[in-house]
């Protein structure tokens, strides 16, 4: 749970700083999506803390909203290498919507679908959570977890939630992402500026990329030799296969080195790129 806090709670002196502006929660995660994809970790970390503030500025976020950004939360730790993390992050998602994926992440049946398809919801004890005084709670204003208006104190799962107040003509006016584990409970103060304290790391532990510049470049010229090697296998099978029904009718052979052929040039042509990405790429 150590890094849970990394990712959600010690949101960066960037997020912090724009505060006094809202920018609505589903911008920002598909801000953070935007930069997952390129790999920027910082800038994506950045994002979701984002999503974080809009919590309490915005209007009430979707179920559907809170399980993609529980899924994006999901991908930033994996990429970081927190398979822990990830995995709960990816079970939370699941246990809020079994069903959506947040397809700016990638296309169902890429590899971070598949995680999240093979993931199990988190079980064990209800988590319980309310309010320390009832009279917090206005009596216009509605209580949402994760995107779903309840009544309070509600039982819920354990692991990952988002948080939401408001009331019914306007914006939300208090948010939080809390991780509970299970029979842990929770009694919110709505008047706090503060969050209660929790058992999570420091808020010193901040995420940075797995990889310099000059190492990204590295991989991707590795990557792309790697590549051509299969290139030029495939087009030696080629060759082989051609020589093989020279002289020959054989109909099957002929369609694997014409196969073989095509697979070859298309490998070769994914290695030129990939190799000029990382030749063209500023190692600084």
């Known amino acids: 749970m150590f890094w849970t806090i990394a990712l959600l709670a010690g949101v960066s002196a960037d997020a912090q700083d724009s505060s006094d502006k809202c920018i609505p929660p589903s911008a920002s995660l598909q801000s953070a999506a935007g930069y997952l994809g390129e790999m920027n970790l910082a800038a994506a970390r950045s994002e979701l803390g984002e999503f974080k503030n ?51 992440l990638g296309f169902e049946g890429t590899a971070y679908h598949n995680l999240f398809m093979e993931t199990e919801p988190l079980a064990g004890n209800a988590v319980r959570i309310g309010f320390d ?84 470049r590295r991989r991707r010229i590795a990557t792309s030799l790697i590549t051509g090697g299969a290139a030029a296998a495939m087009f030696g099978g080629s060759v082989g296969a051609r020589a093989a029904y020279d002289g020959n009718t054989t109909g099957g052979l002929r369609t694997t080195t014409n196969a073989l052929h095509a697979a070859s040039i298309c490998t070769g042509v994914a290695s030129a790129v990939i190799m000029g990405v990382a030749l063209g790429s500023n190692p600084g």
């Open 54 to 104: 809009g919590l309490e500025c915005d209007e009430r976020i979707t179920p559907e909203t809170a399980a993609h950004y529980f899924q994006a939360t999901a991908v930033l730790a994996l990429l970081m290498g927190e398979a822990d993390t990830s995995k709960r992050a990816f079970a939370s998602a699941k246990t809020i919507d079994a069903e959506s994926w947040f397809s700016d």
């Open 133 to 216: 005084k009832p009279a917090n709670l206005g009596k216009d204003e509605w209580f949402a977890i994760d995107g779903e208006v309840v009544v309070a104190p509600f039982d819920t799962t354990p692991g990952l939630h988002t948080l939401q107040v408001g009331t019914t003509e306007g914006p939300s006016r208090y948010g939080r992402v809390i991780d509970r584990q299970p029979g842990e409970n929770v009694n919110l103060d709505l008047n706090s500026a503060t969050e209660a304290p929790i058992p999570w790391a420091s808020s010193e532990m901040l995420i940075t990329s797995r990889f310099t510049p000059e190492q990204r």
